[in-house]
């Protein structure tokens, strides 16, 4: 099975499955992996966060044979700490599914010619066209191999151009040839002002220009930046770098406005320093810069991904507001990107769980969704005050001994004393509990075993307190 | 309609054409952001003036309560300086999640991200990190009339427009040793500056058995009375 005009490209595909479970949310670090992978054949392609791609012919034959190569791979991989799955096989489409293979630790290599009978048993909804995932079962295919059988021709006539291109999938012809980044171009702009740029006007006019040329060097070959970084350095060797989310969506003018914001957040935190008794604070930061004016202002597109050419950022079910979109961005500016947070409501049973917090910009799933039924969660009302770190606390008897809970979950004496972390003792006139709770006991690394309490004290404040491995932890206020 | 001579009174929505006398504060849109029904009476004119700055006197719930309605009705929440907000019991009063932007540690330029969080979003709660010099607050007084949001200030704030405060709380469902935490019953008094000088008083559920707020009226109250004591 070869497309015509020669042999197959023969695709070997990593997939590190840490990134699509979401224990690993920071897509840079697959970075390392990417350059580590670099090092075994220069053209690779990043699909997305946890899985690339190269083309394995060339150096399968350095390296002696596609599964020394993969086996090679896997190695250099797991001293990374990362673990991960290679799949040799004829076509993108063939060698992901054979990295998606449960073979943990062992390469999955689909012989030249074999790609079409490996395909066949995979179920029709791999073939990424959910309409056709929903059709085809119905029409009695339900394999892969089912849909191959079916002449070409009928499968364009039934199920139009979708159905066309699921039916080279299903035949093993990949419908792209690998579009590997260049690693070795330098794709950053980077301007020189000299004399260095005392204003900051200046330096936001020839931003514009820069950004209109990365997009251009992007756009000319095929890719788009998931973040830029924008690099401005002083005539005194100062230098303040940020990242800004990108995702092949802002305009060239967008970018020039973040260099702004990136020059008015600096100038805000230069102010704390020296003039914070004269000027506290200041709205724009369009006044002179000190230390010399700036000398060079870079830009680098950073995770270089294939253009699909996305129009809409993705930020949840609500649609951001243009001016809150600016005001968060501005606050990003000053302190960082993950300093503005957006609140999701995630699955949990202890009140710390029911929240990820997202920077504002990224687009994130919580690793537990919300809306499910958790057995034994706290029940409503819930916690006003949630601290993100439980705050160690003492709870006493009426003869002033430490409180403990067994194993059976009974309590030494009623609780009748609260101190949280140093603060005044509090009688405690009413109290319920205790609660065990057992969690994810299958799992060493995860699991806990605590025994919770909710106490009212004597001015009229409710807590939240957690009895764990025999300490007294508050973990939430009700006030 | 407001003409010449005419003192602008909290709640007058002011529309293209009508004459202001200077120094007067325009406020786009409604004058009013709108609150839970259960805190309208407790407000001067039903609600939250923009251009104003309410003071809860501490961090509690009830600052979660005071922004919940204008939050349900569609106007956006930045929430400042507090790490520990309960975003689930805020959810519960009301507060639409997908609109609250946190910023946890504003740092020590925090009156410049209040600033700059004003421009965008129509409500900030904050917790000051430090007490602010009488100059920055007159500052951030100013931007807030400016931009017309609302400041709510869960602490002290000298020039508020609006103070609110817990003067009596007790806790119903819990007893020694059996029950739980259900509902919180709250005497909330409200005072004001100038015209809202009047001292207002009102009990609420906050939280209410499912974590809304609601006014505590005498059959409420009774229906909880049971194993519940005196907080004092």
Redesign the interface.
Known sequence: MTPAGGAAPRVLVVWCPAWERGTEPDARAFEQVVTLVEEFCPRVEVLRPGVCAIGARGPARYFGGEKALAEKIIDAVACLGVACQVGVADGLFAAQLAARTPWPGRAVIVAPGATQEFLAPHPVGLLGQPELADLLPRLGLQTVGEFAALPAAEAVNRFGSAGALAHRLARGLDPRPLISRPSSVDLSASVVFDPPAEQAEPVVFAAKALAERMHADLAARGLACVRVQIQVICADGQEITRWWRHDGLLSSLAVAERVRWQLAGWR??E??GGR?ATA????SGDEGIQDGGIALLRLIPDQLVRATGRQLALW???AV?D??????L??QA??GHG???????AGGRG?TG??T?VP?GDAADPLFPAGRPWPGRL??????????VPRSARVTDESGASVTVTGRALISA?PAWLSARGEPWLAI????GPWPVTERWWRPASSNRQARF?L?A???S?WLAVVQDGQWLIE?S?? | MVRWGDAVRPGDVIRPGDVIRPGDVILPGDAVLPVLPALRKLLPGGGLHRGSVVATGD???LC?ALVAGASAAGA?C?VIGL??????????AGL??????????????W???V???????ELVLLRPPDRP?A??RR?LEA?VRRLGGVLVVAGDWDGAQTRLLVA????AG???????????RVQVLAYGRGAAARLRARWLWL?????SVTVADEIGAARFRPGT?S??
Do not use: K
Not at chain 1, 280 to 283: E, I, S
Not at chain 1, 323 to 328: E, F, K, T
Not at chain 2, 207 to 211: A, C, I, Y
């Open positions: 805000a935190t102010d704390e914070s506290p604070y200041r709205l949840g079910e609500t507001d001016r809150v979109a600016r005001a968060a501005r606050v000053m302190l300093s503005v947070t957006r609140p999701l409501l009140p029911q929240v917090l504002f029940p409503a009302p819930a916690p006003a005050t949630v601290y993100p009623p006139i009413s109290w319920a909710q009212v004597e001015d009229g409710a939430a009700y006030d | 961090w509690g719930l979660l956006w930045a790490p520990y907000l309960g975003v689930v019991a805020a959810a519960d639409d999640p997908d609109r609250v932007l946190l910023i946890a540690d504003p740092g020590p330029g009156p410049q991200v600033a700059s969080l004003l421009d965008g979003c010099s100059s920055v500052r931007t009596d709380q007790e806790w819990i007893g020694a040793g059996h029950g739980r935490l259900r509902a919180r939280p209410g058995p499912d974590g004591r907080t004092g």
